[in-house]
Structure formats: structure tokens, C-alpha cells
T-cell receptor, first 111, second 115 residues
Framework: EAQVTQNPRYLITVTGKKLTVTCSQN?????MSWYRQDPGLGLRQIYY???????DKGDVPEGYKVSRKEKRNFPLILESPSPNQTSLYFC??????????FGPGTRLTVL | AQSVTQPDIHITVSEGASLELRCNYS??????LFWYVQSPGQGLQLLLK??????LVQGIKGFEAEFKRSQSSFNLRKPSVHWSDAAEYFC?????????????FGKGTHLIIQP
């Protein structure tokens, strides 16, 4: 089944404790993105990647890092999480010129 | 910069009634346009998309949308809503060619269905 998977689905952590949210797609898509969703703000893009080793900042990149060492994986790294990063995070992938497919989301709470 | 406006934060519709959700965009050329739906606790599911051609596009679950260039709009419609349509609906715009810099989303419209 074609899909985008994210892990973990739920995470509660404390301020300053490094964490990684994994994202993997099995559709051989070139493009991958990370979004965060906050009430009343919709989805905002954090980072995106056009292909392996090619990443760029989206609209709200502060406090996040990403890497794209393999085509299928695009992990999101929070090196020192803060409470304002409490949010619902979505990973997405697509082919050039096509729709984005979204993962199921990761709900992160930073205490 | 591109932007999307969904003027209605909440809309309440009776079951069986018709529905129209509004979406206006700002973009320098004709963008790619999308409607996604998010059910409570779920991810985003694509309802329909417009890339080019016929300005009336059909989607899943009986939804359709019409692209009106002169009004910079891409409103979503359904002739008769069902209780299962209660969800959050997002309009999104992307660069032609599906740029890797992803989509710009509206803030969403929360649809409530009255019995």
C-alpha cells in the first residue's frame, strides 16, 4: 500500500530533550515536506526537500532541523524542544507536479 | 507571496442541505489548487485538485469545486451533505509544476452538520 508513515504518533517530552520524528514514504517520491498544524493557523511548512541531500527552509523553520540521506526518509529533528513547539506535525511527499500525500500526523507535547 | 483565505471559520449546515465552502487565493499566475479534508484525529485526505483544463472539477465523496480565475476563487460544493462530512476543510495553493516548496494552506473551515 502506498503510504507515508510517521513515528511516533504521540510524544510527550520535556523542554530541552532532543527528539526525532521519523517520516518514511514508499512511493519513490522526490519531494518531501514537514508541516505543523496549530489551531486557527492551519498548516505551515517547516522544511522541504527536493531530493536526497537537498533541503530548504519553509515558512517556520526556527528550532527545527531535517536531513535527507535517503530518498524514502525525511526525519524532523528538534534539538532543544520548547513548549511553543507543541503542535501536530505532518510529513508529506509528492512527485514533481503532483499532489502531496500526507502522513497520519504526530502529536507532540513539550512540557 | 502566495496566500489562501478561507473566510468562514465555522459553518453549520443541516444534513441533506447543500454546502459551499469559500476559498480565495493570491498568486501571480494560475496556481495548482487543492481541497483537503481532515476528520477529527485524522490526517489530511485529498478531496480534489485543479491543475488545468475544465474549471469544474469533481472529487471524492460527491464534492466538486469550481475555479474562477476572475475572482481568484476555488469554492468547494456538495449538493447534499451527510453527517459523516463533519470535518475540517482546507484549501491549498501550490506552484504550477508542484514545486517542492509545498503548499500554502488556508486556516481551515470547520463544518458542523446538524441532524
Amino acid at each position: 500500500e502506498a503510504q507515508v508513515t510517521q513515528n511516533p504518533r504521540y510524544l510527550i517530552t520535556v523542554t530541552g530533550k532532543k527528539l526525532t520524528v521519523t517520516c518514511s514514504q514508499n512511493m519513490n517520491h522526490e519531494y518531501m515536506s514537514w508541516y505543523r498544524q496549530d489551531p486557527g493557523l492551519g498548516l505551515r511548512q517547516i522544511y522541504y526537500s527536493m531530493n536526497v541531500e537537498v533541503t530548504d527552509k519553509g515558512d517556520v523553520p526556527e528550532g527545527y532541523k531535517v536531513s535527507r540521506k535517503e530518498k524514502r526518509n525525511f526525519p524532523l529533528i528538534l534539538e532543544s524542544p520548547s513548549p511553543n513547539q507543541t503542535s501536530l506535525y505532518f510529513c508529506a511527499s509528492s512527485r514533481p507536479g503532483d499532489e502531496q500525500f500526507f502522513g497520519p500526523g504526530t502529536r507532540l507535547t513539550v512540557l | 507571496a502566495q496566500s489562501v483565505t478561507q473566510p468562514d471559520i465555522h459553518i453549520t449546515v443541516s444534513e441533506g442541505a447543500s454546502l459551499e465552502l469559500r476559498c480565495n487565493y493570491s498568486y501571480g499566475a494560475t496556481p495548482y489548487l487543492f481541497w483537503y479534508v481532515q476528520s477529527p484525529g485524522q490526517g489530511l485526505q485529498l478531496l480534489l485538485k485543479y491543475f488545468s483544463g475544465d474549471t469544474l472539477v469533481q472529487g471524492i465523496k460527491g464534492f466538486e469545486a469550481e475555479f474562477k480565475r476572475s475572482q481568484s476563487s476555488f469554492n468547494l460544493r456538495k449538493p447534499s451533505v451527510h453527517w459523516s462530512d463533519a470535518a475540517e476543510y482546507f484549501c491549498a495553493v501550490g506552484a504550477p509544476g508542484g514545486g517542492a516548496d509545498g503548499l500554502t494552506f488556508g486556516k481551515g473551515t470547520h463544518l458542523i452538520i446538524q441532524p
